[in-house]
T-cell receptor, first 106, second 111 residues
Framework: GQQVMQIPQYQHVQEGEDFTTYCNSS?????IQWYKQRPGGHPVFLIQ?????EVKKQKRLTFQFGEAKKNSSLHITATQTTDVGTYFC??????FGQGTRLTINP | KAGVTQTPRYLIKTRGQQVTLSCSPI?????VSWYQQTPGQGLQFLFE???????NKGNFPGRFSGRQFSNSRSEMNVSTLELGDSALYLC??????????FGPGTRLTVL
């Protein structure tokens, strides 16, 4: 079945540093979604990307969808302690990546 | 608008028993999806219902079943519980094909 590989599994940064998580699929995706889950919480929808090469920004967060629609990334500029959590990508909301757990040293 | 609600929030069962979990979507949302979340397997899709019809199904055994009612509320049932069914079961509702809102989940522990 379809799989989405997400890396890295864990990332620890100093507050103020940047952070990036990547998702890769072996098949072309019609769309990809990104979610954030705080410790002890539930996933919260961040964004959906649909178009090839699409780039969307939400304040310090930048989301990209690859030209071939097989990969995507989430980049956070100048992390803050509120960014702590696990970030998931999801292919067509059916197949989730394993998530990247972000911890931040204040 | 009220968010997605799930009941019960916590549940303890023993092996062999069955369990029914309930999900009430956001008002006006007709699509409800169910997911299982475990530390080892991550988030795995169980099934999706739209207007009382199962639209998609994940790769879970037949012990896992679900249904949706005319008011869009959904239930999922797990029969003959196994230890490995211990997980957080999440329900998500959506109005359109993009944004999806998750509920707080039901934490199921199988002893």
């Amino acid at each position: 079945g379809q799989q989405v590989m997400q890396i890295p599994q864990y990332q620890h940064v100093q507050e103020g540093e940047d952070f990036t998580t990547y998702c890769n699929s072996s098949t072309t995706l019609s769309n990809i979604q990104w979610y954030k889950q705080r410790p002890g919480g539930h996933p919260v929808f961040l964004i959906q990307l649909v178009k090839s090469g699409e780039v969307k920004k939400q304040k310090r967060l930048t989301f990209q969808f690859g030209e071939a629609k097989k990969n995507s990334s989430l980049h956070i500029t100048a992390t803050q302690t509120t960014d702590v959590g696990t970030y998931f990508c999801a292919a067509q909301k059916l197949v989730f990546g394993q998530g990247t757990r972000l911890t931040i040293n204040p | 608008k009220a968010g997605v609600t799930q009941t019960p929030r916590y549940l303890i069962k023993t092996r062999g028993q069955q369990v029914t979990l309930s999900c009430s979507p956001i008002s006006g949302h007709r699509s409800v999806s169910w997911y299982q979340q475990t530390p080892g397997q991550g988030l795995q899709f169980l099934f999706e219902y739209f207007s009382e019809t199962q639209r998609n199904k994940g790769n879970f055994p037949g012990r896992f079943s679900g249904r949706q009612f005319s008011n869009s509320r959904s239930e999922m049932n797990v029969s003959t519980l196994e230890l490995g069914d211990s997980a957080l079961y999440l329900c998500a509702s959506s109005h359109s094909v993009d944004t999806q809102y998750f509920g707080p989940g039901t934490r199921l522990t199988v002893l």
